[in-house]
């Protein structure tokens, strides 16, 4: 099946969930990212129930502070 | 407010664009923005926002200049090293630009003062650049509240994002995206993970465009996107953000009623 992530085409060799595509992109930790499935923000619960479909389009959004030290 | 020559010549590119000529630059001269830390980003956008013309800008910054900041806070200089930034700051702003009145807050914003910093000059647009999110998630919270557009923004190691949030515009704001603060260690700090220098260029300047496109209403701005940038591919995308009705400060139901001090700065040395 081929989803979209980040805008990027990705081939999933079986259906997984959104907790399992975490770890398929190499996110260490569940709270390093917000998940966007087809323009909607999921809320972090859902994500083990949330199975990834065919054409899905998703958005990794990553925390990024940065800016000024000791602020 | 009449032109004297040496703003007519020093706005004078400003001024031939017909989509800001006399009068956009008298709204720029009228307008107030406050940049909340003066770092990496906050330093280029007070810089371009100062040579623009904006006449009121606010400068919120507790922290002296250190030797390690000058790799990228390119609104001190090496004279400056142990000055306090608000201070480094304003003198830049006063060299570059005497039209522009820099008023300084020498403090770390908190859930008690970031209100009647924000209210103090009734700052037009308010652009974040700090880096912790204890500060991040208090300015949006804050802004939502006082009903305030601002630019929200993040750089590390080679990437970096932002946002613009304008209120009463069905705007999602940065607690929309992310609802709560990363955990401790989730999320590696500046100083742990490096950030090359010229990323705070790059996306503190497309604060500083925001704020100018939102005074003079010009065009798109970025409400209702996440703009990323990744300078090892060259790439920035725009990623569509709807308004998220659970969202604890903007949403149908918010739970948040007063704002939030989180825990000490991720980045701090
Ligand atoms: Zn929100």
């Keep these: ?71 | 407010m009449d032109f004297n020559e040496a703003q007519i010549e020093r706005y004078s590119r400003h001024i031939i664009l017909s989509e800001v000529g006399v009068e956009g630059q008298q709204k720029l001269l009228e307008s107030k923005v406050l940049i909340i830390g003066t770092g990496g980003l906050g330093a280029p956008a007070a810089m371009f926002l100062a040579a623009a013309g904006v006449g009121t800008i606010g400068l919120v910054d507790a922290d002296s200049v250190d030797l390690s900041n000058l790799q990228r806070q390119i609104i001190h200089q090496t004279k400056d090293v142990g000055k306090l930034k608000v201070v480094s700051g304003k003198e830049t702003i006063n060299e570059m630009n005497p039209d522009v009145n820099v008023i300084t807050y020498h403090t770390f914003v908190n859930a008690s003062n970031i209100l009647e910093i924000i209210k103090d000059q009734d700052y037009d647009f308010i652009i974040d650049g700090t880096d912790n999110f204890g500060a991040k998630f208090l300015i949006n919270d804050a802004c939502v509240i006082a009903k305030k557009p601002f630019s929200h923004a993040g750089i590390i190691r080679f990437n970096g994002q932002l946002t613009t949030y304008i209120p009463d515009n069905n705007t999602p704001c940065y607690r929309c995206m992310f609802k709560e603060p990363p955990p401790e260690g989730a999320v590696p700090t500046c100083r742990e993970a490096g950030v090359l220098g010229v990323m705070g260029g790059v996306i503190g300047t497309l604060q500083a465009t925001e704020a100018i496109k939102y005074i003079l209403g010009l065009g798109e701005t970025l409400a209702g996107y996440l703009m990323t940038y990744d300078a090892i591919k060259m790439e920035f995308r725009k990623i569509k953000i709807k308004h998220n009705a659970k969202c604890g400060i903007c949403g149908d139901e918010p739970s948040i009623q007063e704002l939030i001090d989180y825990k000490p700065p991720v980045c701090s040395l």
């Design chain 1, 1 to 71: 099946m081929t989803i979209r992530v980040n805008g990027e085409e990705k081939l999933l060799e079986k259906e997984v969930n959104i907790l399992e595509l975490l770890t398929l992109q190499e996110v260490k930790m569940v709270e390093m990212v917000s998940v966007e499935l087809n323009g909607e923000i999921l809320d972090r619960d859902d994500f083990e129930t949330t199975l990834v479909k065919e054409n899905d389009a998703i958005e990794l959004l990553y925390f990024m502070g940065g800016g000024s030290f000791g602020f």
